[in-house]
């Protein structure tokens, strides 16, 4: 959610004529803060901070000490109001619309609408249906995990993470597109393969909310980053 709310930061002021007035670190910080709010799971800003701080300005070494900040400090006041007032400002560009759709949310519906297909027939070893059949502590017997810990899962999860990272993605297309996406970018890059044409898949994993085109842009784009990450 974080890098949702900083690439909106980006592009209102990208768009305005406006002053941007918070630098780098300090957006990211309030970018963090108010992502765990959002998220029904708030932080205090101490939680933030002082790693932050540390990050920023190294540690101490035999003839370097490093600077220290301390709770509660005059320093620590400091920053906190700093941060405080970046979040005003966050607000204020997001327009107070905290929850925003994720690709995340997706995720697991599409995977296991893809993986699901080794019902068939009764077929295979039973794709999802026998681990929703499962206790809990028969799962935990077994050490069987949910679709979303498998490798797949995690690898769409590093893909989604990636993809929100990009001005471009994060802006412009529906997070349900993205998560459809990333799930068949993860897919190719284990060597795995759609049963039917991508164009079916992509109607009938997405129940056709998806438009082709915005699936195919994102993939290209992914696909870009990665080439230029390679460099």
Excluded at 10 to 25: F, G, Q, R, S, W
Excluded at 170 to 187: G, S
Aim: one cysteine or more; aromatic letters at 10%; proline letters at 4%.
């Amino acid at each position: 959610m974080a890098f949702v709310y900083m690439n909106r930061y980006k592009k209102y002021y990208n768009m305005t004529e406006e002053i941007n007035h918070l630098d780098a670190h300090t957006l990211a910080l309030a970018s963090l803060s108010l992502s765990s709010k959002g998220t029904e799971s708030p932080r205090r800003l101490r939680e933030f901070l002082l790693p932050a701080y540390r990050l920023l300005h190294g540690t101490a070494t035999s003839t370097s000490p490093a600077p220290s900040l301390t709770f509660p400090s005059e320093l620590y006041d400091t920053l906190r109001a700093t941060i405080v007032q970046a979040e005003l400002m966050l607000l204020l560009v997001l327009k107070f619309e905290l929850r925003i759709p994720l690709p995340f949310e997706f995720l697991p519906r599409y995977l296991d609408r893809t993986l699901g297909e080794l019902n068939a027939g009764g077929a295979g070893w039973g794709g999802t249906e026998d681990y929703d059949g499962m206790g809990r502590e028969k799962r935990a017997e077994h050490k069987v995990v949910g679709l979303m810990e498998t490798r797949i899962g995690r690898g769409c999860r590093e893909e989604v993470v990636r993809a929100l990272q990009n001005y471009q993605l994060a802006n412009y297309f529906p997070a349900r597109a993205i998560a459809a996406a990333c799930l068949y970018v993860t897919l190719q890059s284990q060597g795995l393969c759609v049963a039917q044409t991508v164009e079916s898949w992509l109607e009938e994993v997405t129940s056709k909310r998806v438009d082709a085109e915005d699936f195919y842009d994102i993939i290209a784009e992914l696909e870009q980053g990665k080439a230029v990450g390679g460099r």
